[in-house]
């Protein structure tokens, strides 16, 4: 009788003892695997930290800037040039009026060194539209996944960035592009010689 009683009890005690394991097993590794993800969680996170830099006025950089020009041909800005990058929407046409009016008016600094390059977060077949349309006359680059908007901290269009010697030396918004507009020629006079226009 007692054996009978007994038995059930040694069965649980047991059963109880395997269980306890099994589970202590199933937390250990689970642990471990939490662990090891949060490795990998505190990595990506430096590394998306130290990639999120952004750049301001006064700020430069020592790599080249990719950008992708709406004819496929790669475009990098070299530490060595200049460059005015005309931030705008092809469904905006005051950004369109904004960036034609400013590229008729500093062109012809092309010819001294000066590269007027437009960016947009728009899709490609939006900007061949626009190109095709409205006979755009620069460059256009496209930023769909908005890396460059990031980059140069662009929340509204038009903005402009003028960039000499891999440094920001000039930013404006559609708040402050024509006031700006007199300080970002001083800059391209300074900039690019006293044979540039104006000098």
Known sequence: MKLKFLLPIVFFILASVFWGYSNHLKFSRCQQVNQELMKEMKKITKESESAAQFLNEGDSFSHPISLSLLNDHPLELL??????????????????????DLYADLSHFEEYGLRVISLSRDGQEALKRLMSENHWPLPLAY????????????????????????TVRL???????????????????????PTGPGR
């Open 171 to 193: 930013k404006a918004d559609a708040m402050s592009i024509d006031r700006k507009r007199p300080e970002l020629k001083e800059l391209l006079n300074l900039f690019l010689g």
């Open 143 to 166: 930023d769909p996944a908005g890396r460059l908007h990031q980059l140069f901290r662009i929340s509204g269009v038009p903005s402009i960035v003028l960039i000499h010697q891999a």
């Open 79 to 100: 530490p060595e040039g200049t460059y005015l990058l005309i931030f705008v929407s092809s469904t905006c046409p005051a950004c369109l009026n904004v960036a034609q």
